[in-house]
């Protein structure tokens, strides 16, 4: 009887130790971690418009930590800009201050929490910004931000 015994333990630690196996890639994986992935420009709800410069804010965007986003106000609406990183900003000599009147033609597109326009092109005054081409894809290097 002992060797039953002998036997049935093993199995027993073998059942273990595959049931173990099985589970624990459900133990060993991460949590959902916040999207890195920006969205895309759409040329489909491209259109054109313009709005006072309310607020500057640098912001998380995808990978970049140093996004350039505008709060834009017009007659009957607050509208979310999202233009270009700081660097791309400041190697092209753009400025933006509050007051400000500005023209633009984006993309609306649905952010993490709202709808945002993803700019491609800002004029303010006689100045006119290229931040996109003609497909929606960013002039500025990914990965400097320049």
Known sequence: MSSRRHLSMGSLASAVLFLLSCFSPA???KAPTKSS???KYDLQTESKAKGVVDEVRVL????????IQLILKDESETVVVYICPKPFEEEMGITFAKGEQISFTGSKVTGEESEVILAREIVKGTDTWTLRDAKGSPVWDPRTGK
Request: charged share 30%.
């Open 27 to 29: 133990f060993t994986q």
């Open 37 to 39: 992935h920006s969205p």
């Open 60 to 67: 998380d965007f995808g990978t970049r930590k140093d996004f």
